[in-house]
C-alpha cells in the first residue's frame, strides 16, 4: 500500500500483489486438489477422481482441447485410480494414483514434428506401494522420496546401470517404528542439506534420515505440521501452537536442555547359558562438555 500503479509509494512500502481467482474450468463438479507445473504446463487433478487436465503452455487456465494435438495444447487424461500427488523429477511428471499405482508422463513428437502426444504410462510396482498424500512426497537430489501405504520410507529413481526407474525402500531399519505411525493425517517429507526431513504430526515426531551417510538419526519429540526453507534455514510450522521453530540451530531448546535418550540392544557376551558376572562396566562416546549424563545397565532377568 498504496496501489503502486497509482503512484505515491516510497521505499519501505510492503507492496502485495493481488491474488487471482478462477473458476473450475475444466470440468463440471471437478474440485482440484493437487497441482504441479511441468515444462510450461498446468497439471491438476481431482484427488476423488481419476481425470487429469493438463492446461495449454501459453495459458495456465485454458484446458481446451483439440484431435491431433499439437505442441503446446493441452490434454485430457485417466488414471486407474484417483491420483493422489504429483512430483516433477528430471524432465518427467510423475502421478502417484489409489495405495497402490505410480505413473510417468512422456512427451512424443511425430515424426514430422507437427502433432506431439502425450501418454501417461503406469510403471512397476507392488500392493500399498504409492504415496500416501501429497504431502508425503519429495525432490531429494537424483531421486523422489515418499512415504507408502505400507507405510515404508522409499526411493522413487535411477539405479547406476539399470535404464528404467527403480524404487528402493530406505525405512526398514526403523520398520517397527514405522508400523507403529498413524501417517493417515498430513505428514511431510522435506529435503535439507543431504537429510531427509518426515514430520509424523498425529504422533508428534521427527524423523531424519542422512541420504549420503544413509542412516537414521534418532528420532525428535516435536510436534510439526510442515517444513519450509526460509532464507536458506529449514523452520518447522508448529502442529499444536502458533509458533515456528528454526531448526539445526545449536545444541539446546530456546536455552533449555535437550532430553534425549540412546537405548542399546541386548548383548549376551557369547552363549546365553553361560553365567557371567561383574562390578564394573565401561563405556565411552562422545558428548558436548555441558551435557548432564546418566548411564542405566539393565542385566539379569528383567
Known amino acids: 500500500t498504496p496501489d503502486p500503479t497509482a503512484g505515491g509509494h516510497v521505499a519501505g512500502d510492503v507492496i502485495v500483489q493481488a491474488i487471482r481467482t478462477h473458476a473450475n474450468t475444466p470440468a463440471a463438479n471437478f474440485n482440484p486438489g493437487i497441482i504441479a507445473v511441468l515444462n510450461n504446463y498446468n497439471w491438476i ?29 493441452a490434454l485430457f487424461s485417466q488414471t486407474d485410480s484417483s491420483p493422489q500427488s504429483f512430483v516433477v523429477q528430471e524432465k518427467s511428471l510423475y502421478i502417484s494414483a489409489g495405495k497402490n499405482e505410480w505413473y510417468q508422463v512422456l512427451f512424443t513428437k511425430s515424426a514430422d514434428l507437427v502433432n506431439e502426444s502425450v501418454s501417461v504410462e503406469r510403471l512397476k510396482t507392488a500392493p500399498l506401494q504409492a504415496a500416501i498424500s ?28 539399470v535404464s528404467e526407474v527403480q524404487s528402493v525402500p530406505l525405512s526398514d531399519p526403523i520398520k517397527p517404528d514405522f508400523d507403529d505411525l498413524d501417517f493417515t493425517v498430513d505428514p511431510h517429507v522435506k529435503f535439507f542439506k543431504n537429510k531427509t526431513w518426515i514430520t509424523v504430526p498425529s504422533s508428534s515426531k521427527v524423523f531424519i534420515y542422512d541420504m549420503i551417510r544413509q542412516y537414521w538419526f534418532p528420532p525428535w519429540n516435536m510436534s510439526i505440521s ?19 521453530y528454526l531448526l539445526e540451530d545449536g545444541y539446546n531448546d530456546n536455552e533449555s536442555p535437550i532430553h534425549s535418550i540412546a537405548s542399546f ?13 561383574h562390578d564394573e562396566y565401561y563405556s565411552e562416546g562422545y558428548i558436548s562438555g555441558n551435557t548432564d549424563l546418566t548411564l542405566a545397565l539393565k542385566y539379569d532377568f528383567g
Open 265 to 277: 540392544a541386548y548383548r549376551n557376551f557369547g552363549d546365553r547359558a553361560n553365567m557371567k558376572n
Open 134 to 161: 501429497q504431502g508425503a512426497v519429495a525432490n531429494s537430489k537424483n531421486d523422489v522420496v515418499f512415504i507408502t501405504n505400507e507405510p515404508t520410507f522409499t526411493t522413487l529413481g535411477r539405479i547406476q546401470n
Open 226 to 244: 510442515r517444513f519450509e526453507i526460509i532464507g536458506g534455514s529449514l523452520y518447522g510450522h508448529s502442529s499444536a501452537v502458533p509458533e515456528t
Open 45 to 73: 487433478a481431482d484427488i476423488q477422481k481419476r481425470t487429469l487436465y493438463m492446461s495449454k503452455d501459453s495459458d495456465y487456465t485454458d484446458f481446451a482441447t483439440v484431435s491431433p494435438r499439437i505442441p503446446g495444447g
